[in-house]
């Protein structure tokens, strides 16, 4: 027999059926808002972004529009070489210094105490210290708010009378800007380049050069970023560890009488590293 429904079940049923259909547009009217939101969040970023690298592209043309640079091949002070004259020490020994006037960076930023250059990267930048690690990750070389930060010295190194290691870091940014372009180290192209291995560190009193002896990716630790070591046989396995650790073809000789380089930046995420260090071989007075 068939059965009818009452007009009470009629009416419940379609009562349940409007509130499930009701139900069903506020889901998909949320999912449409929270769309909305991480869309308006997105471009946020990626306008934040831009905004940023615009600010740091004008920022370095001023720097480059108030700076001297030039080549020095005046002798310099030749550090710890080795006996071995058939050493690579000497044939980057004879690289010309890499000179640059501090005479209006300091008015620019009264936080720059160095200028760095490596070449076949984008790094071509003054270096500026503070009482922390912090306020340059977040700021710009104008002091401003920027998320492209900018490159600095860590606050315990001491540029004019060099620590056994000194450290300097930059944001690894995407449009190869700051330390973007240290990746380019981790290339073959780079790699197969003798030339390639030197860091060019001037200072308002001095022009260094460092010779790169380790280049490597490493998760994020401290063991890397010592400033300091107690005594010669700490320093000795450091060197042995971080020698190591080396992913490109070459062999540099070095010892505990060295006075090391070490730049640091992100890989892929906050978890990584990217690290190259050297040693220096020669030191000159800035003449400018």
Request: aromatic share 16%; hydrophobic share 35%; glycine share 2%.
């Amino acid at each position: 027999m068939k059965k009818y429904m009452t007009i009470e079940e009629y009416f419940k049923r379609q009562s349940i059926s409007q509130d499930k259909k009701q139900k069903k547009k506020y889901c998909i009217y949320i999912r449409i808002i929270v769309c909305l939101i991480i869309i308006v969040f997105s471009v946020c970023i990626i306008f934040r972004w831009y905004l940023d690298n615009f600010k740091v592209q004008f920022i370095n043309e001023k720097i480059e529009n108030n700076i001297y640079i030039n080549d020095n091949d005046v002798e310099g002070e030749l550090i710890n070489p080795p006996g071995d004259k058939n050493s690579n020490y000497y044939y980057y020994a004879s690289i010309p210094f890499y000179q640059v006037g501090f005479s209006v960076l300091p008015y620019l930023n009264n936080d720059t105490v160095a200028f760095i250059y490596i070449r076949n990267t984008n790094i071509k930048y003054p270096v500026v210290q503070t009482s922390d690690n912090y306020f340059y990750l977040k700021h710009s070389f104008d002091k401003s708010e920027n998320s492209a930060g900018w490159i600095f010295l860590d606050y315990r190194n001491n540029i004019s009378m060099l620590d056994d290691n000194t450290i300097i870091y930059g944001h690894a940014r995407l449009d190869g800007t700051m330390f973007g372009s240290l990746k380019n180290t981790l290339s073959y192209n780079w790699q197969s380049n003798p030339d390639n291995y030197v860091i060019f560190l001037s200072t308002p009193n001095e022009n260094m050069i460092f010779q790169i002896f380790s280049i490597y990716t490493i998760k994020r630790e401290n063991y890397y970023i010592k400033t300091n070591f107690n005594n010669s046989n700490e320093k000795q396995e450091w060197i042995d560890i971080m020698k190591k650790r080396n992913i490109a073809p070459i062999d540099t000789e070095v010892n505990i009488n060295d006075k090391f380089l070490t730049l640091s930046t992100c890989q892929n995420s906050q978890d990584g590293r990217i690290v190259i260090q050297a040693k220096l071989i020669k030191r000159q007075k800035n003449s400018f």
